[in-house]
């Protein structure tokens, strides 16, 4: 009788890690579309050229080696606060404030928009990269919201074919099979497992962000009692407009703040449960519009709002993708998955 | 039957699956890891977060203590800036001499980009290592001198006073607000607490030197029940 228990639960094992390897297979390994990671590449090289290009005023201040924290007081700093000065590598330690801090900005900017029209995608990805972490790096405590998810969106998508589709590099090398550079640095437009992974980690990675985003905001009572958008928005010097004409609207005012609150917190804590189902998919990508659009409203974190927006882009179907902007979409075909063996 | 080069291929292949699956595992934990140490850590994360730091820190996909939440709805989340008075001469005190320039952080700019945030942020750890339950004297000295020799540098003077000033907000409901906080006016003075005061000066050397001058007070804008008005209320957000 044991024996056949046991002979029973071995099989189920099986059966369960052969299914399971075959999802996970499927999940990371079976070729995509890259029309998504082209379309992600537009908009995330832009934001990142916006974003270097709003930090040219304060330029001195803050990323020259004798602005406002110098190298030696952001290590110091980062020490005094337990963080560890290491791994905080940047070119910028080493420019003061004078003209070549300029045309290094100004670099910056044109490899963020080299990569957002598709010039040597993958090299203008990685350069992006290697510049937005030279100001994160150069003074950590001052890095705002965006970087983190820039970061991540530009490694994964300098992995990808991203230059597949709408890129100068498709008009100057071709796609052809026979152009290898340009197969190197654009990627082809026929349905690959770069493509796929690239997509998969930035959908793992968002679905993690929003998860960290939401608990978070479980710690305090502003989000539990729903007084957090009233209090972002009664700041009197961060604030992006007056709010203090809601007060008019008494009770009802007040009310629609909570809704607001809540509303944020629910998605945040629901998005990455729920954008894996194909039910809710769409609901939670049409109500991130609504949340984000607020949020960028109540924060001012424009260009962090619109970045986290265009991230719900990377769970949009490609099908979809190409109906939505109008993209041939007889021209890609999916390639049949073939079933591998477990790992 | 299969081929033997088409066997090996897909041997090939299934290896290559194995080592990437490896490596999204990692990958993946790593950014777990850091990704919920994002608030408040434990022993364990805190120990972890070092391990990962050469990779997670070095690509920024750590974004440390970044406040996603915005505000929790606490006196700390308030707007928080630096002003730096800006005098002279070194070698006279600040009371005898003319102030020839007051810098503030932020200046200028719009709430919209992330220029004016990075100086909220700045003050606001400031600011947090000069509560009196975190008070990091080495760690606000540091700020509030590389901050006024900067200051004294780019504007050819050689005395400073780098102060930390909050600005308590507003409560929804004006009626709730205490006595001698004006409803009408949210930028009055009365809002506002000088958390850090600091003198910085260039001595002979050209070292720049620091000494620490005020603690914080600071009275809470909300009426707190049966409290005195005066005295620091529970937060407006708290149960």
Redesign the interface.
């Given at each position: 009788m044991s024996k056949f228990a046991t002979s029973d639960s071995a099989e189920l094992a099986e059966e369960f890690a052969e299914e399971f390897g075959q999802r996970?297979?499927r999940f990371?390994?079976a070729p995509a579309d890259p029309l998504p990671c082209s379309v992600l590449r537009i908009i995330v090289g832009a934001l990142a050229a916006c974003?270097f290009a709003?930090?040219g005023?304060?330029l001195n201040?803050?990323f020259a080696r004798?602005?406002?924290?110098?190298p030696d007081?952001a290590a110091?700093?980062l020490e005094?606060?337990g963080?560890?000065a290491?791994?905080?590598?940047s070119y910028l330690n080493y420019i003061p404030a004078c003209t070549g801090l300029y045309i290094v900005h100004a670099l910056a900017i044109i490899f963020a928009l080299a990569f957002a029209t598709g010039l040597f995608t993958r090299v203008s990805g990685v350069l992006t990269?290697v510049a937005?972490?030279s100001y994160?790096?150069r003074?950590?405590?001052?890095?705002?919201?965006?970087?983190?998810v820039l970061?991540?969106l530009l490694?994964y998508l300098s992995l990808a074919p991203a230059g597949a589709y709408f890129s100068l590099d498709q008009r100057l090398f071709g796609t052809s099979k026979k152009s290898s550079l340009g197969t190197f640095l654009a990627g082809s437009t026929q349905p690959s497992l770069l493509a796929n992974?690239s997509l998969r980690?930035i959908q793992?990675?968002v679905a993690?962000?929003y998860?960290?985003?939401g608990?978070?905001?479980l710690?305090?009572?502003?989000?539990w009692?729903g007084?957090?958008v009233?209090?972002?928005l009664?700041?009197?010097?961060?604030?992006?407009l007056d709010a203090?004409g809601?007060?008019r609207a008494g009770e009802m005012?007040?009310y629609a703040?909570n809704f607001l609150a809540h509303t944020i917190v629910y998605f945040e804590l629901a998005f990455p449960v729920l954008i894996w189902t194909r039910l809710a998919r769409p609901a939670l990508l049409a109500l991130s519009i609504v949340v984000w659009l607020t949020?960028i409203v109540?924060?001012?974190?424009?260009?962090f709002g619109l970045l986290m927006l265009a991230t719900g882009l990377a769970f949009v179907p490609a099908q979809k993708l190409r109906s939505l902007i109008g993209a041939n979409a007889n021209e890609y075909r999916p390639a049949p998955y073939e079933p591998?063996?477990a790992? | 039957m299969q081929l033997p080069n088409t066997q090996q291929a897909?041997d090939d292949?299934?290896i290559g699956?194995?080592v990437?699956?490896l490596l999204?595992c990692i990958?993946?934990f790593c950014?777990?890891v850091v990704?919920?140490s994002?608030?408040?850590r434990s022993a364990l994360q805190a120990r972890l977060v070092?391990i990962f730091?050469?990779y997670t820190?070095?690509?920024?996909?750590?974004?440390?203590f970044?406040?996603?939440?915005?505000?929790?709805?606490?006196t700390s989340?308030?707007?928080t800036?630096l002003t730096i008075d800006l005098y002279p001469s070194a070698d006279q005190p600040v009371g005898q001499q003319q102030v020839a320039k007051t810098i503030r952080?932020?200046e200028?700019?719009s709430?919209?980009?992330?220029?004016?945030?990075?100086?909220?942020?700045?003050a606001k750890?400031l600011a947090f290592?000069a509560e009196p339950g975190n008070e990091?004297d080495?760690?606000t000295g540091?700020?509030a001198?590389?901050?006024g020799?900067?200051?004294m540098?780019t504007t050819g003077n050689h005395r400073a006073v780098v102060r930390c000033v909050r600005?308590m907000?507003?409560?929804?409901?004006?009626s709730t607000l205490s006595a001698g906080f004006p409803a009408d006016r949210?930028?009055d003075p009365t809002?506002e607490a000088m958390l850090y005061d600091a003198d910085v000066w260039t001595d002979e050397d050209g070292q720049v030197q620091l000494l620490k001058r005020a603690s914080r007070a600071e009275v809470a804008p909300r009426q707190s029940g049966t409290s005195p008005t005066t005295a620091p209320s529970p937060?407006?957000?708290?149960?």
């Amino acid at each position: 009788m044991s024996k056949f228990a046991t002979s029973d639960s071995a099989e189920l094992a099986e059966e369960f890690a052969e299914e399971f390897g075959q999802r996970w297979n499927r999940f990371w390994f079976a070729p995509a579309d890259p029309l998504p990671c082209s379309v992600l590449r537009i908009i995330v090289g832009a934001l990142a050229a916006c974003h270097f290009a709003v930090m040219g005023p304060s330029l001195n201040t803050w990323f020259a080696r004798d602005g406002a924290l110098s190298p030696d007081a952001a290590a110091k700093i980062l020490e005094l606060s337990g963080g560890g000065a290491g791994f905080h590598l940047s070119y910028l330690n080493y420019i003061p404030a004078c003209t070549g801090l300029y045309i290094v900005h100004a670099l910056a900017i044109i490899f963020a928009l080299a990569f957002a029209t598709g010039l040597f995608t993958r090299v203008s990805g990685v350069l992006t990269l290697v510049a937005m972490l030279s100001y994160v790096h150069r003074v950590p405590q001052i890095a705002g919201h965006i970087e983190p998810v820039l970061s991540y969106l530009l490694a994964y998508l300098s992995l990808a074919p991203a230059g597949a589709y709408f890129s100068l590099d498709q008009r100057l090398f071709g796609t052809s099979k026979k152009s290898s550079l340009g197969t190197f640095l654009a990627g082809s437009t026929q349905p690959s497992l770069l493509a796929n992974l690239s997509l998969r980690l930035i959908q793992v990675h968002v679905a993690m962000f929003y998860a960290m985003m939401g608990l978070t905001k479980l710690y305090g009572d502003a989000w539990w009692q729903g007084s957090a958008v009233w209090v972002l928005l009664a700041q009197t010097e961060s604030h992006t407009l007056d709010a203090s004409g809601l007060r008019r609207a008494g009770e009802m005012g007040e009310y629609a703040l909570n809704f607001l609150a809540h509303t944020i917190v629910y998605f945040e804590l629901a998005f990455p449960v729920l954008i894996w189902t194909r039910l809710a998919r769409p609901a939670l990508l049409a109500l991130s519009i609504v949340v984000w659009l607020t949020l960028i409203v109540v924060t001012g974190h424009l260009l962090f709002g619109l970045l986290m927006l265009a991230t719900g882009l990377a769970f949009v179907p490609a099908q979809k993708l190409r109906s939505l902007i109008g993209a041939n979409a007889n021209e890609y075909r999916p390639a049949p998955y073939e079933p591998a063996p477990a790992v | 039957m299969q081929l033997p080069n088409t066997q090996q291929a897909k041997d090939d292949g299934a290896i290559g699956r194995s080592v990437l699956s490896l490596l999204i595992c990692i990958h993946l934990f790593c950014v777990a890891v850091v990704l919920s140490s994002n608030f408040r850590r434990s022993a364990l994360q805190a120990r972890l977060v070092s391990i990962f730091a050469g990779y997670t820190k070095l690509l920024h996909f750590d974004p440390e203590f970044t406040p996603y939440y915005y505000t929790l709805g606490r006196t700390s989340d308030d707007d928080t800036w630096l002003t730096i008075d800006l005098y002279p001469s070194a070698d006279q005190p600040v009371g005898q001499q003319q102030v020839a320039k007051t810098i503030r952080l932020p200046e200028g700019g719009s709430n919209w980009f992330e220029n004016r945030a990075r100086a909220f942020q700045l003050a606001k750890l400031l600011a947090f290592n000069a509560e009196p339950g975190n008070e990091n004297d080495d760690l606000t000295g540091e700020i509030a001198r590389s901050v006024g020799g900067w200051a004294m540098r780019t504007t050819g003077n050689h005395r400073a006073v780098v102060r930390c000033v909050r600005r308590m907000s507003q409560p929804y409901d004006l009626s709730t607000l205490s006595a001698g906080f004006p409803a009408d006016r949210p930028r009055d003075p009365t809002y506002e607490a000088m958390l850090y005061d600091a003198d910085v000066w260039t001595d002979e050397d050209g070292q720049v030197q620091l000494l620490k001058r005020a603690s914080r007070a600071e009275v809470a804008p909300r009426q707190s029940g049966t409290s005195p008005t005066t005295a620091p209320s529970p937060d407006p957000t708290s149960k």
